[in-house]
T-cell receptor, first 115, second 113 residues
């Protein structure tokens, strides 16, 4: 199947700093990418939908100024957690689609720890 | 809203044992149902899916049947292997076009030799 690469796989940062997570589709063009977050013992929750060349659509309760999403090309979407705090510590994972009604391909996920 | 409930893990089995991981859902409309698997250090991979009631999805010896009457999509395998050790996620989608997925919490399966 198609490959989606997410980087970094783990990151530890200090409270108040910003962290950027990259999601790349390596062998296909992804018109749409999704960003999910999973807290311990909870489900993967959709945070936002990222469409190439346009603003991301955020789910209810997700702060768009805190979680900046950029999808500047058909192979790259980035999620920046700004002014991170310990409560932002979580597992973040992206998925990418090549087109309508196509399968979602997932990255490996990023474990963010804010200390 | 839509939701998926799956059994908590970890599920610990010996090789060649029978596996069941329960999954039930709540959804408006008629969702498509999925099982994803995540092996250590890798992304989620689609294991199988079913798009309408009574459909059976199958792959790599795993099966799940879409039961509308019980709103369930339990994952089964007759004889597990050590290589099946992974985290399994049940998910649904009611959106058309791009699959906005609603996930369960995931169930870790540990298979020992």
């Amino acid at each position: 199947g198609a490959v989606v690469s997410q980087h970094p796989s783990r990151v530890i940062c200090k409270s108040g700093t910003s962290v950027k997570i990259e999601c790349r589709s390596l062998d296909f063009q992804a018109t749409t990418m999704f960003w999910y977050r999973q807290f311990p013992k909870q489900s993967l929750m959709l945070m936002a939908t990222s469409n190439e060349g346009s603003k991301a659509t955020y789910e209810q309760g997700v702060e768009k100024d805190k979680f900046l999403i950029n999808h500047a090309s058909l192979t790259l979407s980035t999620l920046t957690v700004t002014s991170a705090h310990p409560e932002d510590s979580s597992f973040y994972i992206c998925s990418a689609h090549g087109g309508i009604n196509t399968e979602a391909f997932f990255g490996q996920g990023t474990r963010l720890t804010v200390v | 809203g839509d939701s998926v409930t799956q059994m908590e893990g970890p599920v610990t089995l010996s090789e060649e044992a029978f596996l069941t991981i329960n999954c039930t859902y709540t959804a408006t409309g008629y969702p498509s149902l999925f099982w994803y698997v995540q092996y250590p250090g890798e992304g989620l991979q689609l294991l199988l899916k079913a798009t309408k009631a009574d459909d059976k999805g199958s792959n790599k010896g795993f099966e799940a049947t879409y039961r509308k009457e019980t709103t369930s999509f339990h994952l089964e395998k007759g004889s597990v292997q050590v290589s099946d050790s992974a985290v399994y996620f049940c998910a649904l989608s009611t959106s058309t076009g791009f699959q906005k997925l609603v996930f369960g919490t995931g169930t870790r399966l540990l298979v020992s030799p």
